[in-house]
């Protein structure tokens, strides 16, 4: 992950750990990709309008670009 997205996912986490993921430890940042698509699931669940919008835009992020070769390629 790029640092760039690891801080905006911090950050994320932060800012919506006390109303959307009160049940994760207090020093939990997720460190693998399942582990960031399961907490930006529970922001998306759970958190406001703004919440929603940067889960979504990190996963926008995660996401392979369409420019990259597929397997069948």
Known sequence: MRPSIEAELRCLVDDYRT???WF???DFYP???EET???LRQIEKNADREGCVRAARIRQWL????REPSAAS
């Open 31 to 33: 460190e693998t990709r």
């Open 63 to 66: 996401s392979p670009s369409s």
């Open 19 to 21: 109303c959307c993921l």
């Open 24 to 26: 994760l430890r207090p």
């Open 37 to 39: 698509l399961r907490v």
